[in-house]
T-cell receptor
Framework: DTGVSQNPRHKITKRGQNVTFRCDPI?????LYWYRQTLGQGPEFLTY????????KSRLLSDRFSAERPKGSFSTLEIQRTEQGDSAMYLC???????????????FGPGTRLTVL | AQTVTQSQPEMSVQEAETVTLSCTYDTSESNYYLFWYKQPPSRQMILVIR??????QNATENRFSVNFQKAAKSFSLKISDSQLGDTAMYFC????????FGAGTRLTVKP
């Protein structure tokens, strides 16, 4: 297993356009998280899935943002009508949470850097 | 809401010396996990060390160790024998009912 992968690594778009990012978690990981990170800050939680169920969304998450994990494997994060303030690094992380493993240790992907012009 | 505070935006250390990064957190939960993550320049975030709140023993991973003071809600990271490759942003993270990260400490190891 090569770890968490994210595509694309970089995305430049014009304001008002829609963008979609993909995350492929570590195999067998049942949890998948999306974060946003701006320069000089720590990751900010956006949402997470357990298998295909979206269990939590940040209250800060605009309704222009939507995420899916249709088969409990890869996930997509879509941003509609992008704004300049959406420019950031979007990080994906995955973890395994089970009866005997309870720490929810997350492993991060390399991120997708979004620039909105 | 949980908050995670890293009071040192930047730190530097000479190669081979020891440095301690501070982290405090606020929570009303009794069961949680604490993490230190490292994010090298232009590279992805990787886990450095993990601490379960119910364990009194401080976690250790090779040159990395923590000083976990549950009553004080403090979780500092000690890096011994610092190496040039330790240069990175270090993030303290809390996992309870939700997941929160501190703002990070930029550590520079000088030759």
């Amino acid at each position: 297993d090569t770890g968490v992968s994210q595509n694309p690594r970089h995305k430049i778009t014009k304001r008002g356009q829609n963008v979609t990012f993909r995350c492929d978690p570590i195999s067998e990981h049942n949890r998948l998280y999306w974060y946003r990170q701006t320069l000089g800050q720590g990751p900010e939680f956006l949402t997470y899935f357990q298998n295909e169920a979206q269990l939590e969304k940040s209250r800060l998450l605009s309704d222009r943002f939507s995420a899916e994990r249709p088969k409990g494997s890869f996930s997509t994060l879509e941003i509609q009508r992008t704004e300049q303030g959406d420019s950031a690094m979007y990080l994906c992380a995955s973890s395994f949470l089970g009866l005997r493993i309870t720490s929810d240790t997350q492993y991060f992907g390399p991120g997708t850097r979004l620039t909105v012009l | 809401a949980q908050t995670v505070t890293q009071s040192q935006p930047e730190m530097s250390v000479q190669e081979a010396e020891t440095v301690t990064l501070s982290c405090t957190y606020d929570t009303s939960e009794s069961n949680y996990y604490l993490f230190w993550y490292k994010q090298p320049p232009s590279r992805q975030m990787i886990l450095v060390i993990r601490q379960e709140a119910y364990k009194q023993q401080n976690a250790t991973e090779n040159r990395f160790s923590v000083n976990f003071q549950k009553a004080a809600k403090s979780f500092s990271l000690k890096i011994s024998d610092s190496q040039l490759g330790d240069t990175a942003m270090y993030f303290c993270a809390f996992r309870g009912n939700d997941m929160r990260f501190g703002a990070g400490t930029r550590l520079t190891v000088k030759p």
